[in-house]
């Protein structure tokens, strides 16, 4: 028990629960996804995915509207991250085309790999980066891992030259997005920058629908299948992100980070036995090359800010001349 007067540590259980509930969401969501290949193109699918999740977030804009710093801009701030977000979501939306569930989940995972270069190149405060020999070893296993996934997938069912190529471009606008989140996005909460962010993205996708998609096939779906859009898009996009901050509050990044990584594999699970994927060897130990080399990434990124977080209060501890 706690003594008196001091503030009892939250509990870790809601934040492990919170965690494990958004690995297993964002590991269904290429499955539902895949399934939807079956009857809708991807333009339809982005469309109707956005809505829902607008419809999510609106209410949480205008219920949080006074939150927004006062003097602040976040409907212009926005801008840079929705664009780069629009795009990624479209690429990410072609995705199942071209390539398997499993597929998908381990190469997104290079996204990390796209963020950490991009910050390198456009953030000062993160090319001390440079200086980790972790970071040059994540950068050689996560690029050695994806050319494994490739070659072993090249002459399978599981993807292609042009599905490898897709993702990878997917990826790199992920990361760039996460940079321009960090970059324009501070003043504001997350939740409060996701619900913009999500609300801009929305008509874009929706008159990208209309314009290329054939949504008349929407029409005649049954309740079952706009269920699992609606569940794709809630599952995925809004509830998802909302339980990893919340673990992220409790547990802390490295541990919160360090598990998303377990994601493909549960993806991998799951499409073995709900949609009968296998990957070859070659592409397996891709996977886990590229994995281990992202855990890498993560570790020399966590260490570059903990060594700059230190020598700022080392210096904010310094005497000032008198």
Not at 71 to 99: E, K, M, T
Not at 272 to 278: G, K, S
Request: net charge positive; glycine share 10%; charged share 15%.
């Amino acid at each position: 028990m706690a003594p008196a007067g001091q503030p009892r540590s939250p509990s870790v259980i809601p934040a492990l629960v919170a965690l494990g509930a958004a690995i297993l969401f964002w590991s269904c969501v290429p499955l539902l996804l895949k399934y939807f290949t079956h009857r809708l193109d991807a333009w339809t699918v982005n469309g109707l995915r956005y809505l829902f999740a607008a419809l999510f977030w609106l209410p949480y804009v205008v219920r949080h509207r006074r939150e927004i710093p006062v003097g602040s801009r976040i409907w212009r701030d926005a801008l840079p991250p929705a664009g780069i977000h629009l795009v990624g979501q479209v690429l990410f939306g072609l995705c199942p085309y071209f390539n398997d569930a499993t597929v998908i989940n381990f190469v997104s995972r290079a996204a990390f790999l796209f963020t950490t270069l991009t910050g390198f190149l456009l953030l000062r405060e993160e090319r001390a980066l440079g200086r980790q020999p972790l970071f040059w070893a994540g950068v050689a296993a996560t690029a050695g891992g994806l050319a494994a996934m490739y070659a072993g997938g090249i002459g399978t069912r599981s993807t292609s030259a042009f599905g490898m190529l897709l993702l990878l471009v997917m990826a790199a606008f992920w990361g760039f997005y996460s940079v321009l989140v960090r970059r324009f996005m501070k003043p504001y909460s997350i939740r409060l920058s996701f619900s913009v962010i999500s609300l801009y993205a929305a008509p874009g996708l929706l008159a990208l629908m209309f314009a290329v998609g054939d949504w008349r096939k929407a029409l005649a779906l049954g309740p079952g299948y706009w269920g699992l859009i609606w569940l794709s898009a809630i599952l995925g996009i809004a509830l998802g992100h909302t339980l990893f901050y919340r673990a992220i509050h409790t547990l802390g990044p490295v541990a919160s980070e360090g598990s998303l990584l377990l994601i493909p594999f549960t993806t991998a699970v799951l499409a073995y036995f709900l949609l009968d994927e296998r990957l070859g060897r070659l592409q397996w130990l891709g996977g886990v090359i590229l994995v281990a080399g992202c855990f890498l990434l993560l570790r020399a990124t966590l260490r570059a800010r903990g060594r700059a977080a230190a020598d700022d209060h080392a210096e904010a501890m310094a005497p000032s001349p008198r």
